[in-house]
Structures are given as structure tokens and as C-alpha cells.
């Protein structure tokens, strides 16, 4: 275990992470430029969903290479890391379920978006968060719903737009879990101080 922990926090491994994000969080901004095009701009912090992610995780990993913890942002990192890597993979099955032909792109995001949610929790034993931390990220969480869900800013997903009402009440619950999961494995596990 200490050798795994060594190698997580090996300088080059941290880099290659943070490369690798940096260059994945480019893409996902990308990704939203049309939508975003036609958003009002005091929606754009919460509409980019998958790359704010992993733009807060880009901070974490520079963080990490300079010895240093951020937890308020290592907080928004994991949970939204968790979050929306496991929605973008059952969204996709979702969509291969309802008769939606995938392609290279849905299996791409699929494997990118899993890739996030571990990466997140991978990196839950170097966390510093405690109880105010988790409570901003989930505020952010379910702040987040309410912009998609309410003022109608969520991704632009084609065939899942029919399903609206269920897309909703599972990402509710999605976010629940999630800091449920972040809870038990970075704040409980810390003593009390």
C-alpha cells in the first residue's frame, strides 16, 4: 500500500495526470462551445459540467506537485469527478438502451468519463477535506440541478430529451451518493480536529 501511495504521488505521475487532464478539460470546454454560444453568460460556470471537473481536479494535481493541499477545491474536485464521470457513462448506456446507435464518440466518453470518476476517488486518501469543504461541493452539486434542471441549462443530449423528468431525478440522487461516497471516504476517515 505504501508503494502504491508513493507512486500516486510521484512528481511524474502527477504530471502526466495533470497533462493529460489539462489537455481533456481543453476538449470538454470545446466540446460545449455551441451550447455556450446560445447560454446567458451568468449560466456558463454551470454548464460545462465534465470540464469544470476536471479543471478543479488540474488545480488539485498542481497542488499536489507543489506539496501543497487546496481542500476546498479538492472537494469540488472529487465530488464532481465522481458525479459526472458515472452520469456521462449511464447516460450514454442509457442512450444505447433506447435504441440510440453509439459510436466511437459514446464509447470514448464513456471510458474518458470513468476514467474521471476513479481518478477522483483514487486520490481520496491525500484529501485534507472536512465538513465545510463537503458541504460547498455539495451545494455546487445540487446547485448544479437546479440550473440544469430548473432553468434548463443540462447538457444538450438528443435522445435522452424525451426522459427529461427521469434524467433529472437520477442526477438528484446521483449527487446524493456522491456525498454520501465523499463523506465516508475523506472526511469520516479523518480525526476529528
Not at 107 to 122: T, W
Request: aromatic fraction near 20%; hydrophobic fraction near 55%.
Amino acid at each position: 500500500m505504501a508503494y502504491f501511495r508513493y507512486v500516486l504521488m510521484h512528481k511524474s505521475v502527477l504530471s502526466l495526470l495533470l497533462v493529460v487532464n489539462a489537455l481533456g478539460t481543453a476538449y470538454g470546454f470545446y466540446w460545449y462551445r455551441d451550447q455556450l454560444a446560445v447560454t446567458p453568460g451568468y449560466f456558463w460556470p454551470f454548464v460545462p459540467d465534465s470540464p469544470t471537473a476536471s479543471l478543479f481536479f488540474c488545480i488539485v494535481l498542481l497542488m499536489f506537485i507543489l506539496k501543497r493541499n487546496a481542500p476546498w477545491i479538492e472537494a469540488l474536485a472529487v465530488c464532481s469527478l465522481f458525479k459526472y464521470g458515472v452520469w456521462a457513462v449511464v447516460m450514454n448506456i442509457w442512450c444505447g438502451l433506447t435504441g440510440y446507435a453509439l459510436v466511437f464518440g459514446n464509447y470514448m466518453l464513456m471510458v474518458s468519463h470513468a476514467c474521471m470518476a476513479l481518478e477522483g476517488l483514487v486520490y481520496a486518501p491525500f484529501y485534507k477535506i472536512k465538513m465545510p469543504h463537503l458541504a460547498l461541493a455539495g451545494i455546487w452539486l445540487l446547485h448544479n440541478e437546479i440550473v440544469d434542471y430548473v432553468f434548463h441549462m443540462m447538457p444538450w443530449y438528443g435522445p435522452l430529451q424525451s426522459y427529461l423528468p427521469i434524467v433529472g431525478y437520477f442526477t438528484f440522487w446521483l449527487s446524493v451518493l456522491t456525498i454520501g461516497i465523499v463523506y465516508r471516504l475523506c472526511v469520516k476517515r479523518l480525526p476529528a480536529s
